[in-house]
């Protein structure tokens, strides 16, 4: 009887040992001679990314930038006791964070958008770095707040319910900014892409001189600890972030067109109406509010002073807001930039109109 064929001997019985004469590899000439050019790139996309320096002053500001030297929650957060308050005055400490909130918490968001853009429009390393900078820096003004909300009204500053008449009050105004937070990012996101970087910057540098002018003069007023602290190491940060738009503006504003340079004075305009809603008083242009708002945002303010968080008398925001302005005027002038008039706080200039449909907000 035949054996079974064996497949496995058969096959074996076919492998062939290699050939001993190699073909040698092609040269990289060789290949260079048959490759081509990829599409162009397209316009506002992150690539092609290089790492091309021209302010070198940006990268020492990064570099100091790397560690803040504070983080909010090494902040003495356990001698915050919402037990220490009455009931009214833990709705007005934690109404003025919420108010604070409508800027500090989008700056996360505003600056990493503009972080992207800044990708996109392939601005130098060094630059792209600093605005991630400010982007974590605002992640911790954010906590700042959050915390302060959430200890003294759990679940504020919309999902805590108030049990007194003003802490009512403080809800309903803080929907009402929120309202108006809402109509600025859409103008944010609506702008960005539509000017170019020495407005944003001039945009940019507003608020964040207004943002050290208020927590400089609360450093000095408050009597609650954990706030005091927090007041003088968000001013920090707003210090340094005020050398980086300072120095990309140096660089940026001799270059400038006469149009742009136009709307620079509008957007100055735009960003005292809507940075005056935290360091003075809501003007009537574009902030929407009802007739309750205004006497509420008082008592508020009223009874949180009276509970120590520092804030200043209406005469003094005013000197203040003065003063960062006339400063940011100075620095501006110099380059041709026509300054708007502000009468609400003393200061002349040109009388200007802006469409709130047509700016880049100021943060």
């Not at 079974?4 to 290949?31: F, N």
């Not at 609506?190 to 003069?217: D, K, V």
């Amino acid at each position: 009887m035949n054996a079974p064929p064996d497949p496995a001997g058969r096959l074996a019985g076919e492998i062939a040992a290699p050939p001993t004469d190699h073909t040698d590899a092609p040269e990289p000439s060789q290949i260079l001679f048959g490759t081509q050019e990829p599409p162009p790139f397209p316009e506002l996309n992150i690539f092609p990314i290089e790492w091309e320096t021209e302010t070198p002053k940006l990268i020492e500001l990064y570099d100091k930038s790397r560690d803040p030297g504070w983080s909010p929650n090494r902040l003495p957060w356990e001698t915050l006791k919402a037990e220490d308050f009455t009931a009214d005055q833990r709705y007005a400490i934690a109404y003025w964070f919420t108010l604070l909130s409508v800027f500090d918490s989008s700056g996360p968001a505003v600056f990493a958008r503009a972080m992207i853009h800044t990708y996109e429009t392939h601005e130098e390393d060094p630059l792209r770095k600093c605005f991630f900078s400010v982007t974590r820096d605002e992640v911790n003004h954010e906590e700042i707040c959050q915390r302060a909300i959430t200890t003294l009204t759990p679940g504020g500053p919309l999902r805590n319910t108030p049990e007194t008449a003003l802490g009512k009050l403080a809800q309903n105004n803080a929907k009402w900014y929120y309202h108006n937070g809402a109509r600025y990012w859409e103008g944010f996101k609506n702008g960005i892409g539509r000017y170019p970087l020495p407005i944003l910057f001039t945009s940019f540098l507003m608020g964040e001189l207004a943002a050290a002018t208020l927590f400089h003069g609360m450093h000095q007023r408050t009597t609650i600890p954990v706030f005091k602290e927090a007041f003088r190491c968000v001013g920090q940060d707003e210090a340094r972030h005020m050398g980086i738009c300072m120095t990309v503006l140096r660089k940026l504003l001799p270059a400038l067109e006469e149009a742009q340079k136009a709307t620079i004075t509008k957007q100055l305009r735009a960003g005292y109406v809507f940075l005056s809603g935290i360091l003075y008083e809501p003007p009537d242009q574009f902030w929407e509010l009802p007739a309750t708002f205004r006497p509420a945002h008082r008592l508020l303010e009223e009874k949180a002073r009276e509970a120590g968080l520092g804030i200043l008398s209406d005469e003094e925001r005013r000197e203040n807001w003065r003063g960062a302005v006339l400063k940011m005027k100075g620095v501006l002038e110099k380059y041709g930039i026509a300054f708007p008039a502000i009468p609400e706080i003393g200061v002349d200039g040109e009388t200007v109109a802006f469409d709130p449909d047509d700016i880049i907000p100021v943060f």
